[in-house]
């Protein structure tokens, strides 16, 4: 799919050096046997791609997603955000500080996260619950799995906006098509609830949303 210059290359090798043993071993064994191979779509390698700038912005799904939170919501540059199941390394949070001057440093959740400074980024080694943040004006997540559930349940009781890069991933196993298209249309019908509070329920496509039939799903104040 692409290539990873030497220079990035050597960049990425200095950071796994330092930290790949904070990965989980099924992780390590991933990174050692596919990485520099540009055949696969794993969040594990892309994440760390990202990160260490070795995707041209025009194919970083991270930034594309940043770019669509930028474009959609108001006042973003003020407002406190959370990204929820971030993964090992906060890729998309990265990408929106890059993106958007913020003036709030944004909370990251995941207990597989990398725990080092990230510019501007609070980190939380543990799971997002109810009880997290609860002054968070937005929910923001990318490829979160079965922590959407979650997302919208808050988004729904807080009355918070949200936006999440949907997967078709639930507790290890994938959706078919038609039981997620069943899935993602049932969130949204709920979600319109909040239409009654001034907000606006769409869906958006980027490329990788086209490329894995998976949404994203945008619930934003008017």
């Known amino acids: 799919?692409?290539?990873?210059?030497?220079?990035?290359?050597?960049?990425?090798?200095?950071?796994?050096?330092?930290?790949?043993?904070?990965?989980?071993n099924y992780a390590q064994e991933y990174i050692k046997e596919n990485i520099y191979q540009g055949n696969e779509l794993s969040d594990i390698l892309f994440q760390l791609y990202s990160y260490k700038d070795a995707i041209i912005k025009e194919l970083n799904p991270y930034y594309q997603f940043a770019e669509l939170i930028k474009n959609k919501f108001n006042h973003l540059e003020t407002k406190k955000i959370t990204e929820v199941a971030c993964g090992f390394i906060p890729a998309?949070?990265?990408?929106?500080?890059?993106?958007?001057?913020?003036?709030n440093k944004i909370d990251v959740y995941d207990p597989c996260l990398i725990n080092i400074p990230y510019p501007n980024i609070n980190?939380?080694?543990n799971c997002f619950t109810e009880l997290s943040e609860p002054k968070t004006d937005l929910l923001m997540a990318h490829l979160p799995c079965e922590a959407?559930?979650?997302?919208?349940?808050?988004?729904?009781?807080?009355?918070?906006?949200?936006?999440?890069q949907t997967c078709k991933c639930f507790n290890g196993t994938s959706f078919s098509n038609s039981e997620f298209t069943y899935y993602i249309n049932s969130l949204i019908y709920q979600l319109?609830?909040?239409?009654?509070?001034?907000?606006?329920?769409?869906?958006?496509?980027?490329?990788?949303s086209m490329l894995t039939n998976s949404p994203i799903i945008l619930a934003r104040k008017k």
């Open 123 to 125: 980190n939380h080694k």
């Open 148 to 164: 959407l559930l979650l997302i919208t349940k808050i988004a729904l009781m807080q009355k918070k906006e949200m936006i999440v």
């Open 1 to 24: 799919m692409f290539k990873i210059s030497k220079e990035k290359q050597y960049q990425i090798n200095q950071f796994l050096k330092n930290n790949i043993q904070k990965y989980p």
């Open 92 to 103: 998309a949070s990265i990408a929106l500080n890059n993106t958007v001057n913020l003036s």
């Open 192 to 208: 319109k609830q909040l239409e009654d509070f001034g907000f606006i329920i769409e869906t958006e496509k980027n490329s990788l």
